[in-house]
């Protein structure tokens, strides 16, 4: 787990070829590391005023907030396995290969991701942070969180509706400026916000969230990023008797228009396992 400023982290990184970098280091693979981009959760600024208009643009948005605190809360009870496979390639589509695979077994505690048994190719790693190239970590319940949040306080707009998976779903989709991003980008030690457009598919007779999507084109230049998108998908998972949305599949891509080249990883979540304990109590009649 990553922290910065006492906040539960939102951890994307991506190797960065930027000029005026640090050396590289050695990671726990073994080889050089090279300069690398974290973008950080940094707490999200709240205004009052788009509060209150959130809040009065209808009974529809406080219904997806209130369907997903729960799904949020819900979280708290799982342990999964995550698989992180790995690939980079060109922008054009060709020469494109697997560079390895990172597995884990994940749980969501005190509103944060705790990552265990951490492996990359089946050898041991300390964390996802010291294995060289892109990585990110807060899939499992960091965005959600936060994507509550923005939904609370960014003007939210509708985009379309939608089928995904068979689920009858509506798109909505709200910018944040680079002022107001929870993203912090380090390059090298230096930090930049990064602004981005997030469309949530939430499904629309739960009002549940079945798939979260974040694109950044607007990276600072220096950084020779071109573009960042990142996407969760969630879908129904059957445990003791019941029937659970959690995370289920992800995408994170880091694009280089000026050297043709991108890098992406492909997430799934799997074997989930729902822990806490359950009493009984019973009162016998007195004979």
């Known amino acids: 787990m990553v922290f910065r400023a006492g906040f539960s982290a939102l951890v994307l990184c991506a190797v960065v070829s930027a000029a005026n970098t640090r050396p590289a280091e050695k990671s726990d693979s073994g080889s050089d590391s090279r300069t690398v981009a974290a973008i950080v959760d940094v707490p999200?600024?709240?205004n009052p005023a788009l509060a209150g208009a959130n809040a009065n643009a209808g009974d529809l948005l406080d219904r997806i907030r209130a369907a997903n605190e729960q799904l949020y809360n819900d979280l708290e009870s799982f342990v999964c396995n995550e698989q992180m496979t790995r690939y980079k390639g060109s922008l054009s589509g060709d020469k494109a290969h697997q560079?390895?695979?990172l597995t884990a077994r994940v749980?969501?505690?005190n509103g944060t991701e705790r990552y265990t048994n951490i492996r990359q190719n089946k050898q041991p790693r300390r964390s996802i942070a010291g294995v060289a190239g892109a990585w990110s970590e807060g899939e499992f319940g960091t965005l959600l969180r936060q994507t509550q949040m923005l939904l609370m306080t960014r003007p939210v707009t509708f985009v379309r509706g939608s089928n995904l998976d068979s689920t009858r779903a509506e798109v909505y989709a709200f910018e944040v400026s680079e002022q107001d991003s929870p993203w912090d980008l380090d390059v090298g030690g230096e930090h930049y916000r990064v602004p981005f457009r997030t469309q949530v598919s939430v499904a629309a007779d739960s009002g549940q969230i079945i798939e979260i999507e974040r694109v950044s084109t607007d990276v600072a230049?220096?950084?020779h990023i071109s573009e960042m998108r990142w996407s969760v998908s969630l879908a129904p998972v059957d445990l003791n008797g019941r029937?659970?949305?959690?995370?289920?599949?992800?995408?994170?891509e880091v694009q280089y228009e000026e050297s043709g080249r991108r890098e992406w990883n492909l997430l799934s979540f799997s074997d989930y396992h729902r822990y806490g304990s359950e009493v009984a109590v019973r009162f016998d009649e007195v004979k």
Do not use: A, R
Request: charged share 25%; glycine share 4%.
């Open 44 to 46: 999200v600024p709240v």
């Open 99 to 101: 560079i390895d695979t």
């Open 243 to 252: 029937t659970w949305l959690l995370p289920k599949s992800g995408e994170y």
């Open 221 to 223: 230049p220096e950084t």
């Open 107 to 109: 749980s969501f505690e």
